[in-house]
């Protein structure tokens, strides 16, 4: 299995910019996407083949990255931006990152 | 508009089989692929495995064994069963739209939560 590793919480100020990263334990091309959950909630899509983001998504959401590492950054931070993010790959079968909290400050 | 709703119990005997219906409306299943996933309470997401568009299916290899995924397509339905189920298999299950031509989910029901009770 590919495993994805995030980092599991960040805290950011409304306003900054904020990086979340995803690394696979190997190449997966750009066969990843990202998704934001809110508690309580389904995950919706952001983000989809490393840098395409997805319709109706603000831009201040980007994706990067190809191979092994990856990250999504968000900026600015708003309010509404408090969620978890998880990354998910989607080049050998399908497995997700255990996600990254982020919380702000 | 593209929706998905699972319907399915909230609590499930330890070892016996979980059933879950998974209705979509806004697209065809013989157009777009239809997966499941689940997310164990303050966990990550787990994929399962997917019925295609085409009609056959492909499960993660965690489940293969106690893991069945069909479909009605005249009701525009997606049946899971699981069977043997466990306490670890408390969870909440989602079913999730594939987009047509990459391998990502675009539209995701708002999930049904099963717990295992011993």
């Known amino acids: 299995d590919t495993v994805l590793t995030q980092s599991p919480a960040l805290a950011v100020s409304p306003g900054e910019r904020v990086t979340i990263s995803c690394r696979a334990s190997?190449?997966?091309?750009?066969?990843m996407h990202w998704y934001q959950q809110k508690p309580g909630q389904q995950p919706k899509l952001l983000i989809y083949?490393?840098?395409n983001l997805e319709s109706g998504v603000p831009a201040r959401f980007n994706g990067s990255g190809s191979g092994t590492d990856f990250t999504l950054t968000i900026d600015p931070v708003e309010a509404d931006d408090t969620a978890t993010y998880f990354c998910?790959?989607?080049?050998?079968?399908?497995?997700f990152g255990a996600g990254t909290k982020l919380e702000l400050k | 508009q593209v929706q998905l709703k699972e319907t399915g119990p909230d609590l499930v005997q330890l070892t016996q089989t979980l059933s879950i219906t998974c209705t979509v409306s806004?697209?065809?299943?013989?157009?777009?692929?239809v997966e499941w996933v689940r997310q164990p309470p303050g966990k990550g997401l787990e994929w399962m495995g997917a019925?295609?568009?085409?009609?056959?299916?492909d499960y993660n290899s965690a489940f293969k064994s106690r893991l069945s995924i069909s479909r009605d397509t005249s009701k525009s339905q997606v049946f899971l069963k699981m069977n043997s189920l466990q306490t670890d298999d408390t969870a909440k299950y989602f079913c999730?739209?594939?987009?047509?031509?990459?391998?990502?989910?675009?539209?995701w029901g708002q999930g049904v939560m099963v717990t295992v009770s011993s």
């Open positions: 999730a739209r594939r987009s047509r031509w990459e391998k990502y989910f675009d539209y």
């Open positions: 806004g697209f065809s299943l013989t157009t777009y692929n």
């Open positions: 019925m295609w568009n085409g009609g056959g299916t």
């Open positions: 190997k190449s997966v091309s750009t066969g």
């Open positions: 083949g490393a840098s």
């Open positions: 998910q790959q989607s080049w050998n079968d399908y497995t």
